[in-house]
């Protein structure tokens, strides 16, 4: 059975640093695309940032470019999201997602549809 976890949310004032952590179970990351989804009340998921299974690539959303870094342990088959600056707009539920050999083809708006598994979120909220 295939399981990502999501842990490392909570609540941090504007500016400070949060890191995210996706940790899966029954696949093997390093086979698989990861990316970071985020989802506000009343707002469509979008993507954050995605890192190709071979990762050759990895991809940024202009709103979090600069400030957040994703990286992948393959040892430890988990994911991360380092995120810094943050700022209230970035309050959401935070999801990981894994595409089968994936490139990061379609991480950036919906349907996702190319993703195979996703986690239960975790939340972040951002005081100001």
């Known amino acids: 059975q295939v399981q990502l976890v999501e842990s490392g949310g909570g609540l941090v004032q504007a500016g400070g640093s949060l890191r995210l952590s996706c940790t899966a179970s029954?696949?093997?990351?390093?086979?698989?695309?990861m990316a970071w989804f985020r989802q506000a009340p009343g707002k469509e998921r979008e993507g954050v940032s995605c890192?190709?299974?071979?990762?050759?690539?990895?991809y940024y959303a202009d709103s979090v470019k600069g400030r957040f870094t994703i990286s992948r342990d393959n040892a430890r088959n988990t994911m991360y999201l380092q995120m810094n600056s943050l700022k209230p707009e970035d309050t959401a539920m935070y999801y990981c997602a894994a595409e089968w050999v994936g490139e990061c083809t379609g991480w950036r708006r919906g349907p996702f549809d190319d993703y195979n598994y996703w986690g239960q979120g975790t939340q972040v909220t951002v005081s100001s």
């Open positions: 029954g696949l093997t990351v390093r086979d698989y695309g």
């Open positions: 890192i190709s299974w071979s990762g050759g690539n990895i």
